[in-house]
Each structure stands twice: as C-alpha cells, then as structure tokens.
C-alpha cells in the first residue's frame, strides 16, 4: 500500500523554482532514500510535507487520500515527524520530559506514571531507555533514540530523517539501521536524506534522486549503485578514486606537545595531545562530534589560548604567539562556513581578501587596489569552478558547495605550508565533497602539511596517511591509514581499547 505520494510538486521563491513538477510514491513500510545534491531542492521538498511550506501546484496525498498540510501541526496530526540532523532536545530535562513537553497540558503530569507509559511504548517498538536519565548525560547514539520515541509518541507514522548518521559512530550507525528496519517491520515509513550512498545501498528499499528541483530517477537500491547514484545526482561521472602517490618526506611540518586546551565553558577539552605532522602528508583525526576536535583546531590556527603545552612550525615555537600565528602562512578551513569562515552579506570579492586585504598586491599607501582585487577574484572563480556570475554577488546568495569553494580560494591561494582542514565537507554533496577533496589532495602532493578532522570515517580512511583517533579530548592512538580497519577506528571512537 502506498503511505505517501506526491503528484506534480512545484515550489516557487520569486522567479526561482525549487521543486519542478515533482512526483513520487513512498510505500508503506518501506525506508525510502531522498538524494540529491546541495541546492537539489530536497529541503524545500521535506518542509512542505512538515507544513512549514505550502506547494503553489501538485497534491499530497496520505493513504490514498488527498491533504492540505498548512502548519507543523498538521503535519503532525497527520502522523508525520521529521527528526533534524541537530537535535531538538532540552539537555537539562530528563528524557520523560523532553518527550512530553509541548503535548500535556494539564497541571498534574503525574511524571511516574508517564515514565512508566514511556518505558512499555519504547520497549515495544525496541529502543529500551530510561526515562529519567538527564539528556545532557547521554550519548549522542541514545540521545537520537529519544528524537525518535518522540515522534513515535505523537503517534508518526511517517518519519523523515535529516542526515542521521552525521553525529554517530559506526557501532551506533549500525545500532541505528537496526532500529529503522524494526520500524518499518512495524509498518512505519521512512524518508532517509542522506549524502552517503552506501549507507543508502544498505538500508534502503528504493531512491528517488533529484536535480535542479526535478526528479531524475527512482527506483530500487537492488538495482542501482553508488556510483550510478552520484552521477545522477551530479549529471556527470564522478572519479571515487583518490590518488595518494607514497609519502616521502621526513621533514617535520608541525610538532605539537603534551597540548591542554579548554572549551567555552571553561572546562578541559584536550587534555595531553601530542603528535608531528611532515610536511606533505595528511594526519586525518577521527571522532565523534564533541572530543575535542574544534577546541584542538583552533588553538593550533590561534584562535584559541592554550593552557599548556608547545606548539612548533617549520622548527620555530609559535605557542605563546597567537597574534604573530595568524600571519604565518597558514590555511584554516573552519567546520561552520557560514559562521566562522565567510561574512555572508559581503560579496565573492570581499570575502576571498579577508585575510590578505592590508597587504600586497590588494592594498598600497593604505589604498586598495581595486584592479589587482578583481583579477584576483577572475582567478580565484575559475581556478576554483565558484559557480557565479560575478564577484559582485553576496556569498549568502551561493549554495553550500560553492562558499566552501570560497574558504577553499582564500586559504589556498596563498600557497600555505600547513591546512587545518575542520569538517571540510560538511554539508556537501558528492560532486561538491570531490572537488573539496581533490584540492586539498592537490596540497599535499605540493608538499603541504595538512591536519584533516572529519566524522566522516570513510573519508578520514580515503584522504589520510595516518590516522588519529581522538576520544574525550585525547588521541587514543595514532594508526597507520593502509592498515587501519573501520572496525577497530570505530571501536576506538568509542572509548574502546585495541588489542
């Protein structure tokens, strides 16, 4: 029976249209894969059917029966939940109380009996949890086991799932996928949005794959690949392979000492780290969201005191020098692009001389030169394939690939000796994450020293030469990336020990 189907979608924003005559039918009790690149419109598409858009043409239909759904209430009362990508949980409440909140309104909420109606709802569907755990004492794993009960507690039938592995590990990814297919034994049905193809292979029953707002391919993942997958979604072949020529260089790049930073909140975050890094090669750093990994990132760019340890740079001690740090040629690519590493409402223009605008060959006498800054940004534009008319254009206007194709023309252009790559393609589709990965592969067979933090094991496996694995704010262990397994990477991201 089909649950959800969609005939001849279309959304517009002004003379742009988002969602192109989209169709598609979602069965009941399947796990059904929505992909598509950044910009695909994707979101547009899942935020209608929550209510927080409405089609300008096309009808929803629910079990064969057409729907208007014009608030997130509705969507709702029609038994469909979405779980976003970053929680939306209290973390000073309890788990019975983050379930609850919003749906009891009366003045007795009579706590344990709710907990106990909580305990027997989530034992049934197999996500056993205590009600009364705090939620800031969970792992992320159990915390989106709570996202889910709280759906299925205001009675969804059809969850939609915003990349739901982008803060797991693989043994809670695998803990997870069992979770899915449980549910949907139970007859509950499944929008999984997801960049990673395989996980889409693994779990999915079908995939619809979108492009420029329109549907381009639907069917079943027993008849599809990856690679087939990508190129549909990018309209060109995708090269999966990374080239790494051996690594042969001894030249130590960066050396780095028993280093203790603190968090904003002023509580220890990496606790003892110690690691070189050559010149020409890529230590990937794996973990978990929220290890330690930015707080680490940003005391070695500067942008963050340290409260013990050394750090060395072409052999000279850059740890107490912060400000002086900034100016050595250094490359930063931070993990939130529209946070720390672009002004949004600047132009393409403003943003690539962010770092470089008091100096030569952009400013001279305190003037800046305007003909040397509009050369710069032709080059950078093509060099970098920044799909833009001009540089005149706000980089608020551009998709997620194309600002992370800015970051990546500021911080490269310079030719820097170190890259201090955080999440670099976070957020990014297939053909967005290669270009991203082969710039920065590019770098490192010039001969650049790159530290490359990621979630992202599989890429983390993909770009690096070494491996580090980095739990509660220390490197557990130091691997070589030919020999190392995600098995063992994953149970070490998990506070585990290899043997």
């Keep these: 029976m089909t649950q959800l189907r969609l005939e001849g979608i279309t959304k517009r924003f002004g003379s742009f249209v988002a969602n192109d005559q989209i ?28 209510g927080l858009y409405q089609p300008d043409a096309g009808q929803i239909y629910l079990n064969q029966q057409p729907v208007q759904i014009n608030s997130p209430s509705a969507a709702i009362a029609q038994g469909i939940g979405m779980i976003h990508q970053h929680f939306m949980l209290v973390p000073q409440l309890s788990v019975v109380e983050n379930i609850i909140l919003g749906t009891q309104f009366s003045l007795g909420l009579n706590l344990p009996q709710r907990a ?23 792992p992320i794993g159990t915390q989106q086991r709570v996202e889910i009960l709280k759906a299925l507690h205001r009675q969804a039938k059809l969850l939609i ?65 990856p690679k087939t997958l990508a190129e549909l979604m990018v309209g060109r072949e995708i090269n999966f392979q990374l080239e790494k020529p051996v690594q042969t260089n001894t030249t130590i790049a960066l050396n780095v000492s028993q280093l203790h930073v603190r968090d904003d909140r002023n509580l220890p975050a990496v606790q003892g780290v110690s690691f070189q890094l050559r010149a020409g090669e890529i230590l990937g750093v794996a973990g978990v969201d929220g290890n330690g990994q930015r707080e680490l990132a940003d005391a070695i760019a500067g942008l963050r005191a340290i409260t013990n340890g050394t ?6 001690e850059i740890t107490a020098d912060t400000s002086n740090r900034r100016q050595l040629n250094l490359g930063y690519i931070p993990e939130d692009r529209q946070k720390m590493g672009l002004i949004l409402p600047f132009s393409i223009t403003r943003n690539l001389i962010l770092k470089a605008f008091n100096r030569l060959p952009f400013c001279r006498h ?26 005149k254009l706000r980089v608020s206007q551009l998709s997620g690939g194309n600002q992370q194709k800015v970051v990546l023309a500021r911080e490269l252009s310079g030719k820097p000796g170190l890259i ?39 890429e983390v496996l993909a770009m ?29 991201m998990a506070g585990g020990q290899h043997n």
């Design 116 to 138: 106990a109606e909580l305990a027997a709802m989530a034992a049934s569907y197999g996500l056993p949890i205590d009600p009364f755990a705090k939620v800031s004492d969970l």
């Design 420 to 458: 201090i790559a955080m999440q670099p393609t976070r957020g990014l589709d297939v053909g967005a994450t290669e270009y991203v990965q082969q710039a920065l592969l590019a770098e490192r067979n010039r001969g650049t020293a790159i530290l490359y933090i990621s979630t992202e094991l599989e």
């Design 161 to 225: 799932l915003d990349e739901p592995t982008a803060v797991l590990t693989p043994p809670e990814i695998a803990t997870f996928f069992t979770v899915l297919r449980q549910l949907a034994a139970q007859q509950h049905t499944i929008i999984f949005i997801s960049h990673k193809l395989d996980e889409v292979i693994n779990l999915c029953d079908t995939v619809t794959v979108l492009r420029r707002g329109r549907v381009v391919a639907s069917t079943t993942t027993a008849h599809t690949t």
């Design 23 to 50: 169709s598609l039918e979602v069965k009941s009790g399947s796990i059904h894969a929505v992909l598509g690149e950044n910009g695909a419109g994707k979101t547009t598409l899942m935020n209608m059917l929550c």
């Design 464 to 492: 690096s030469d070494r491996i580090a694995v980095m739990y509660a704010g220390q490197f557990v262990e130091i691997l070589d990336a030919a020999r190392a397994t995600r098995e063992t990477i994953g149970l070490l």
């Design 366 to 391: 305190w003037l800046l030169q305007k003909l040397a800054i509009n050369r710069h940004t032709d080059w950078a534009i093509q060099a970098f394939d920044i799909r833009a008319t001009s540089g």
């Design 311 to 316: 750090i060395a740079y072409q052999g000279k």
